[in-house]
């Protein structure tokens, strides 16, 4: 089952920020938390991932909370084209996977409609 | 680079027929996965591989088997099709080396069993 609990939709007004929220109450020391973005019918789209510290690359800002339990993915400034199904997950990242550590294992996410 | 690519796009085939979902990449990633996906729910995985010759189960395996005899390829083999297996199927590879490992999906194949 996935680790993550995120609301299952959301709206959000074009040009406005997007701010997605995702609760990992159970979430481990060494597992990261990632997001990813499906847009209708294609594959899953990586957009970032954190341990700890806020990150932000072009795409999007990840704030992680101090306790590690929540996190928000922020998209800063939402187009139309950002309407997708986003996923929050948590996994184990490194090297040698051996078993299923590192398997990507997606809940429902959250389907962020983009309003003109 | 062309990523990971998935062939066919669309198949449609008869309860007990059998086929090969193909996927490559050729960005020389040692992880490997597939997924199905069915309507409004998220992806499920199916099989994984860590590196060629070596492949394991994920979370919905029965009716399908892989097998991974080279880095760049991972086909997925439907013994004997059910309607249950309709569904989109999308394969995924990455690096594996670090924390940086994102995974990279191929655009599916929607497969249809009648």
């Known amino acids: 089952d996935a680790k993550t609990t995120q609301p299952p939709s959301m709206d959000c007004a074009e040009g406005r920020a997007a701010n997605l929220p995702c609760n990992h109450s159970t979430i481990s020391g060494n597992e990261y938390v990632y997001w990813y973005r499906q847009i209708h019918s294609q594959g899953p789209q990586y957009i970032i991932h954190g341990l700890k510290n806020n990150e932000t690359n072009e795409m999007a800002s990840l704030i992680i909370t101090e306790d590690r339990k929540s996190s928000t993915l922020i998209l800063p400034h939402a187009t139309l084209r950002d309407t997708a199904v986003y996923y929050c997950i948590v996994r184990v990242a490194g090297m040698n996977y051996g078993g299923s550590q590192g398997n990507l294992i997606f809940g429902k996410g959250t389907k962020l409609s983009v309003k003109p | 680079n062309a990523g990971v690519t998935q062939t066919p796009k669309f198949q449609v085939l008869k309860t007990g027929q059998s086929m090969t979902l193909q996927c490559a990449q050729d960005?020389?990633?040692?992880?490997m996965s597939w997924y199905r996906q069915d309507p409004g729910m998220g992806l499920r995985l199916i099989h994984y591989?860590?590196?060629?010759?070596?492949?394991d189960q994920g979370e919905v395996p029965n009716g399908y088997n892989v097998s991974r005899s080279t880095t760049e390829d991972f086909p997925l083999r439907l013994l004997s099709a059910a309607p249950s297996q309709t569904s989109v199927y999308f394969c995924a590879s990455s690096y594996g080396g670090d924390h940086t490992d994102t995974q990279y999906f191929g655009p599916g194949t929607r497969l249809t069993v009648l």
């Open positions: 960005m020389n990633h040692e992880y």
């Open positions: 591989s860590v590196g060629a010759g070596i492949t």
